[in-house]
């Protein structure tokens, strides 16, 4: 297991719980914008944001953003060692820069007496596309966790060890083999993310299976879905990759069939209007939505509640993968939405 780095309010890695990041894409001078988005980034459920850090003006501009959410938040600095010890010192809560990019040991010391002074975790990040010369046309993978490592061990000689890692590629392969490969070598908490995964479906699927992957197998500690756009969309793709992999378990699963010639109704007018009426939800129910008794309530029985269709305008209602009785087509998403109100407040359920 890895060991645990405290972000401010959020502890990752030691088996807590998988915290989800995003990054804003504002201006950071643009307080205005930058606040908006991070309210609203904290809204979806971002527990860790981050935002970019390029010049002093931005470290000014971001005194207004430190110390104002609940939210950690992360300041990204790519070379000039000056800013992560100045965002160390104006209260973010956490750094990521790489110290072997600094190429001046006293300097690295420097930054790293900042970090320590003010309870600053580092974020070691390293991407394909930023490799030190050292490390070109080496295979990727080893490259990336080599890359990382040579950053984690400048660290360690000046006993800092509050470090958070991840070695992204655009490929999900060398993403998910560099990972495995670090998760071997050491127990920091490990970042994960497919770096510049795109935008929409294909990013959306590039990260889950990556990111998915390496969580199936146990590794990574935090996650980042990287997409073109709005950021927002980043915090429902990861939320939906925890889901689906069952490590987040609280909201409500609707599960249906494909349908066939079997199904007599608008199943899937029913399984959108059930989806867009429980997406609040955050208590564990599954739901099941089937399109005919012949083979609905046996490929669903794990289901909490669920209908089946049938003929005529008919469903069957079941419970525990037991049919109850028989509604309505049009009183399916009542009944189902009752029953689900039902089990989120402990209410008896009436057969
Ligand atoms: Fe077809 Fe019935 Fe299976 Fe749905 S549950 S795919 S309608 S056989």
């Known amino acids: 297991m890895s060991k645990t780095v405290k972000i401010k309010n959020i502890k990752i890695g030691g088996g807590n719980r998988i915290a989800v990041q995003s990054m804003t894409n504002t201006d950071t001078l643009d307080t205005d914008a930058t606040l908006a988005q991070l309210r609203s980034l904290q809204a979806a459920g971002?527990?860790?944001?981050?935002?970019?850090?390029?010049?002093?003006?931005?470290v000014e501009a971001c005194k207004k953003y430190t110390g104002v959410f609940d939210m950690p938040?992360?300041?990204?600095?790519?070379?000039?060692?000056?800013?992560?010890v100045r965002c160390a010192e104006i209260g973010f809560d956490k750094i990521r820069f790489?110290?072997?990019?600094?190429?001046?040991?006293?300097?690295?010391?420097?930054?790293?007496?900042?970090?320590?002074?003010?309870?600053?975790?580092?974020?070691?990040?390293?991407?394909t596309g930023s490799l030190e010369k050292e490390f070109v046309g080496m295979?990727?993978?080893?490259?990336?966790?080599?890359?990382?490592?040579?950053?984690?061990?400048?660290?360690?000689?000046?006993?800092f060890y509050d470090t958070v890692i991840s070695v992204k590629s655009s490929d999900v392969k060398t993403t998910v083999r560099a990972y495995r490969k670090l998760a071997e070598a050491v127990d920091y908490p490990l970042h994960l993310g497919v770096t510049e995964s795109g935008a929409d479906e294909r990013g959306t699927v590039r990260s889950a299976v990556g990111i998915g992957a390496l969580l199936v197998d146990g590794i990574g500690d935090t996650?980042?879905?990287?997409?073109?756009?709005?950021?927002i969309n980043e915090i429902r793709a990861a939320r939906l990759i925890l889901q689906e992999i069952g490590i987040d378990r609280d909201y409500c699963e609707i599960i249906s069939c494909p349908t066939c010639s079997r199904c007599k109704y608008d199943l899937k007018k029913v399984v959108d209007e059930l989806k867009e009426k429980t997406a609040d939800v955050r208590t564990g129910?599954?739901?099941?939505?089937?399109?005919?008794?012949?083979?609905?309530?046996?490929?669903?029985?794990?289901?909490?509640?669920?209908?089946?269709?049938?003929?005529?305008?008919?469903?069957?209602?079941?419970?525990?993968?037991?049919?109850?009785r028989t509604i309505k087509t049009e009183e399916i998403v009542?009944?189902?939405l009752?029953?689900?109100?039902?089990?989120?407040?402990n209410d008896k359920v009436d057969i």
């Open 338 to 345: 009752d029953l689900i109100k039902r089990k989120i407040t």
């Open 46 to 58: 971002c527990d860790i944001a981050r935002i970019a850090v390029s010049c002093d003006e931005e």
């Open 139 to 159: 295979d990727r993978a080893d490259a990336l966790a080599q890359s990382a490592l040579k950053h984690v061990r400048l660290l360690e000689k000046f006993g």
């Open 285 to 324: 129910v599954k739901v099941a939505v089937m399109g005919c008794v012949v083979n609905g309530p046996g490929e669903a029985a794990d289901a909490d509640f669920g209908v089946a269709g049938g003929s005529g305008g008919k469903a069957a209602l079941f419970i525990n993968g037991k049919v109850v």
């Open 223 to 231: 996650v980042r879905v990287s997409l073109s756009g709005d950021p």
């Open 98 to 127: 790489n110290p072997g990019n600094i190429g001046d040991e006293r300097k690295v010391e420097y930054t790293v007496d900042a970090c320590k002074a003010n309870k600053v975790p580092i974020r070691i990040g390293v991407n």
């Open 334 to 336: 009542p009944v189902l």
């Open 73 to 84: 938040l992360v300041a990204d600095i790519q070379f000039d060692y000056r800013l992560a």
